[in-house]
């Protein structure tokens, strides 16, 4: 009778991981990451997101157009004049590679800030601060200050663009945003 038990438990074992190896519950896809390696050992990568059709939610003080039917925007008075946008994220190919969400404020309450986090699910997420104002020419310079998974050890800048559309000079919402990353890995020691 033991061995009856016994037997039972070591086949469904090998039954279960049968039906797991040949029915795998998630196989997420990975897109090929598009990383241009320099002879410095670091490495580049652009990001872009296509506005308004990339655009998930954007949730900003007394605008309830800008948030999803039935989500209502907290109306506290330390979220007055900070904005959270959520985006799909797409890589130089126009494939959506993962998501991102970007946060900024106003200098009367908190300081002017800007901080992007980014997550590409095959990959590991970043958290990227930016200057709070844009150079002349219209970037903004940014610093990747944490990671995670392929971004845990690295370190470097990002330049943060908004491209309006063509034949759309008024319009801050119809465009494209540009992240154009460069990464350095820490210092291999040589023995």
Do not use: C
């Amino acid at each position: 009778m033991f061995k009856t038990f016994y037997l039972g438990i070591v086949l469904g074992i090998a039954a279960a991981a049968a039906l797991v190896y040949l029915y795998p519950v998630v196989d997420l896809h990975r897109e090929s990451s598009l990383i241009v390696v320099h002879a410095n050992g670091g490495n580049s990568e652009s990001f872009h997101i296509r506005l308004p059709g990339d655009r998930i939610m954007a949730g900003v003080s007394g605008m309830a157009e800008s948030t999803p039917p039935g989500l209502e925007w907290p109306e506290h008075d330390f979220l007055k004049n900070v904005q959270t946008e959520l985006f799909k994220i797409r890589n130089e190919n126009g494939v959506v590679i993962g998501a991102a969400s970007r946060m900024s404020g106003s200098p009367e309450q908190h300081g002017s800030f800007v901080e992007w986090a980014l997550h590409l699910p095959a990959r590991g997420s970043m958290f990227l601060t930016m200057a709070a104002n844009p150079s002349a020419d219209g970037f903004r310079e940014g610093w990747l200050r944490a990671g995670t998974r392929e971004f845990l050890t690295l370190q470097g800048t990002v330049l943060e663009r908004f491209i309006r559309l063509a034949g759309d000079p008024d319009s801050d919402s119809t465009g494209r945003i540009e992240l154009s990353a460069a990464f350095v890995g820490p210092a291999e020691e040589v023995e």
